[in-house]
């Protein structure tokens, strides 16, 4: 996890800078009511397990957050370079849009790159890893990319059994932000 945010320098200047140390980055999150937590698995499982079995492994985390959270169902994403209409399928993820139920998602393998916009504050970037959980509230407005490498497994809790329905806000402030991400070797935890 690495977040980039935006703020007021002593001389009034706005200044970017990076929060890559776990309790820094929950604390910054909390204030926005966006819930990070690191989750170890019951045992030792491959990134590349059966979906079954990356979400027996997680079990008891899932359990949790699915009594805290009202979540009622949990399934595993693959995202790869060559998934069938992936440029069409991140065109949906890219655009400013919030929803009606907490999008929740926990990193298995691969690496992504959230905005948040807040309602009152500047934008602000995730780059969430594996080992990652990230719970983005109902209403709040937020944009995903992929990194470079195009690659994401992660698990996805919803409420709503409908599923991800995104409401757009067509406000343009996606297109002030590139979608860098560090890498690896950058958001190793200090
Ligand atoms: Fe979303």
């Known amino acids: 996890m690495a977040l980039v945010r935006l703020r007021e320098s002593s001389a ?3 200044e970017t800078d990076v929060l890559t140390e776990g309790a820094e980055v929950a604390a910054f999150l909390a204030r926005f009511g966006i819930d990070y937590e690191r989750w170890t698995p019951d045992h030792a499982i491959a990134a590349d397990a059966p979906a079954d079995a990356i979400l027996a492994a997680y079990g008891r985390e899932i359990d949790a957050l699915k009594t805290r959270g009202g979540y009622v169902t949990a399934d595993v994403i693959d995202v790869k370079p060559e998934t069938p209409n992936l440029d069409v399928m991140l065109a949906k993820f890219s655009r400013e ?14 690496r992504g790159l959230f905005h948040v916009h807040p309602a009152d504050g500047p934008v602000f970037a ?16 937020h944009w995903f990319d ?3 490498d195009r690659r994401i ?15 757009y806000t067509d406000s343009g402030v996606d297109k002030g932000f590139e979608p ?3 890498g690896p070797a950058y958001v190793a935890r200090r």
């Open 146 to 148: 992929l990194c470079h």
């Open 12 to 14: 009034g200047s706005r």
């Open 97 to 110: 849009h919030w929803h009606d139920e907490d999008e929740v998602r926990f990193i298995i393998e691969g």
């Open 153 to 167: 497994r992660a698990i996805r809790l919803f409420q709503d059994t409908a599923g991800w329905t995104p409401h």
């Open 126 to 141: 995730i780059e969430v890893e594996a080992g990652d959980l990230i719970r983005v509230p109902r209403g709040t407005h």
């Open 180 to 182: 860098v991400c560090f």
